[in-house]
């Protein structure tokens, strides 16, 4: 069972938490840090600080996590992992003193920094349960054995070598009846240097420890009760999606909803371990289940999801279409400029990247190196929001694209990019962002009403 920081807000949601794993024969925790921590800690390394504010800053921290503890547990208990707590600062005060003075923050020091708060949660969320009697034991996944490549800010798990080294421990303890509580968000790589598995990466922690233990199911306790038909700020009739397919989800939550990570699904679809997604709020709700199974609603759209602040950047090159490797070429020149690209399409005379609106400047100062030469010239297009209808099997559903984009042209709103046939699951285009609300209630209502 995973659970976010919206889970792990105050004292009632970490008693939700208890009452939840206690109801469990054998279970595994994964927390990420208390509600804000992480961007507490993002936010204060990133601008200017001495002495006086890391005191102020660490103490403020402490009392945080102490206090939170004191409530929830008794003395003895609550002094044994105050203990803990309390060392955990001292040594991420001593790193923070060691970036002040050195006057350097390098990626590897920001990837330790970033994983203090999934420690200290890990100590919190371990000494509830045992508060309630449970035998619980925390793992920390750079010691205990997430394994993954060097990213330090984005890392990619070794499955294969993590069933290995943490996977085999959980078992152990599981046979010894003990409850693990899990650090999410961060491994390490073969040197044993702290990685990050990118923000919000304890989704994906959790996916790839249910994978090294060949868990049952993974549950993802949320503050939502799944994936819906449409984000419900924009279409407040949207429904609850009560299930869908490894990569229906995949899709969904690459482009816009916010529910799951995208890297969450490959683990478990590897595993063959179903995801159910559940809202703390209402445990008795059976919210989304995430399987395998392709054929029960096929071609039949499930949702309707987007995003905001993209841009496109149009690469203009003389036969493009008669240069073998233009494609590679151009968005390689992106990629090491370290801009993630959405979407591309080509034409004879250009090639067109959707990225978000900040890597603009990036993207494009990758290109002009080519310019003239093998590129003519670059321009870009702010203001652009994309659009992606998800639904397994509807690359090979008739008169979908039709419908959908009859009801945009019906509302007076003009298509920019496309992108469909690479999954059959899903296709996505663009519209100007001032019309993405409407654009999403048009699409939602030819499959909702
Ligand atoms: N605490 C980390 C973050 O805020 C990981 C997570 O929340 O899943 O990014
Ligand atoms: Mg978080």
């Known amino acids: 069972m995973k659970f976010g920081g919206s889970c792990l807000r105050d004292a009632s949601g970490i008693r939700e938490l208890v009452s939840i794993v206690s109801g469990e024969k054998r279970c595994i925790t994964v927390v990420s840090a208390l509600s804000g921590v992480t961007d507490s800690i993002v936010h204060f390394i990133s601008k200017r600080f001495g002495e006086k504010s890391i005191r102020r800053f660490v103490a403020q921290l402490s009392e945080k996590h102490l206090e939170l503890l004191n409530t929830l547990c008794s003395s003895e208990i609550s002094l044994r992992y105050g203990e803990e707590i309390r060392q955990f600062m001292r040594n991420f005060e001593r790193l923070l003193y060691g970036v002040?003075?050195?006057?350097?923050?390098?990626?590897?020091?920001?990837?330790?920094l970033l994983s203090f708060g999934e420690r200290l949660a890990a100590r919190i969320v371990a000494a509830a349960l045992e508060e309630a009697g449970l035998n619980s034991i925390v793992f920390d996944t750079d010691r205990d054995g997430i394994i993954t490549d060097d990213s330090f800010m984005n890392a990619n798990a070794d499955l294969k070598a993590t069933r290995h080294f943490?996977?085999?421990?959980?078992?152990?303890?599981?046979?010894?009846?003990?409850?693990?509580?899990?650090?999410?968000?961060?491994g390490s790589n073969l040197e044993g240097r702290v990685t990050l598995l990118g923000r919000n990466g304890?989704?994906?922690s959790a996916s790839i420890v249910a994978y090294a233990v060949s868990a049952d199911r993974l549950l993802i306790w949320k503050d939502v009760d799944g994936f819906l038909t449409a984000d419900p700020e924009i279409v407040p009739s949207s429904r609850l999606i009560p299930e869908i397919s490894y990569e229906e989800a995949s899709e969904l939550s690459y482009f816009g909803a916010s529910v799951l990570h995208p890297k969450a699904?490959?683990?478990?679809?590897?595993?063959?371990?179903?995801?159910?997604?559940r809202n703390i709020a209402h445990p008795e709700k059976e919210g989304t289940l995430i399987t395998s199974s392709k054929s029960k609603a096929?071609?039949?759209?499930?949702?309707?999801?987007?995003?905001?602040?993209?841009?496109?950047?149009?690469?203009?090159?003389?036969?493009?279409?008669?240069?073998?490797?233009?494609?590679?070429?151009?968005?390689?020149?992106?990629?090491?400029?370290?801009?993630?690209?959405?979407?591309?399409?080509?034409?004879?005379?250009?090639?067109?990247f959707l990225i978000r609106k900040e890597d603009t400047e990036a993207?494009?100062?990758?290109?002009?190196?080519?310019?003239?030469?093998?590129?003519?010239?670059?321009?870009?297009?702010?203001?652009?929001?994309?659009?992606?209808?998800?639904?397994?099997?509807?690359?090979?559903?008739?008169?979908?694209?039709?419908?959908?984009?009859?009801?945009i042209y019906a509302r007076g709103i003009n298509v920019g990019m496309m992108s469909a046939g690479a999954s059959l699951a899903a296709y996505h285009f663009t519209v100007r962002e001032r019309d993405l609300k409407e654009a999403v209630r048009a699409a939602h209502e030819v499959f909702f009403g």
């Open 363 to 407: 993207a494009v100062s990758s290109l002009l190196p080519l310019v003239p030469g093998t590129v003519d010239r670059v321009e870009r297009e702010n203001g652009v929001a994309l659009i992606c209808i998800v639904g397994q099997g509807l690359g090979e559903t008739k008169g979908i694209a039709a419908r959908v984009f009859n009801s």
């Open 100 to 112: 002040l003075y050195t006057g350097e923050l390098t990626e590897r020091m920001r990837a330790l």
């Open 202 to 204: 304890t989704d994906y």
């Open 298 to 352: 096929k071609g039949v759209v499930k949702s309707v999801s987007c995003m905001e602040g993209l841009a496109i950047v149009r690469v203009y090159v003389s036969g493009g279409g008669f240069q073998s490797g233009a494609l590679s070429n151009l968005s390689g020149y992106i990629g090491k400029a370290g801009v993630n690209i959405i979407s591309a399409t080509t034409s004879q005379t250009c090639i067109a």
């Open 265 to 277: 699904v490959e683990p478990a679809k590897l595993g063959g371990i179903t995801i159910s997604i």
């Open 166 to 186: 943490l996977g085999r421990k959980l078992r152990n303890a599981l046979e010894k009846r003990q409850y693990p509580v899990v650090t999410g968000f961060f």
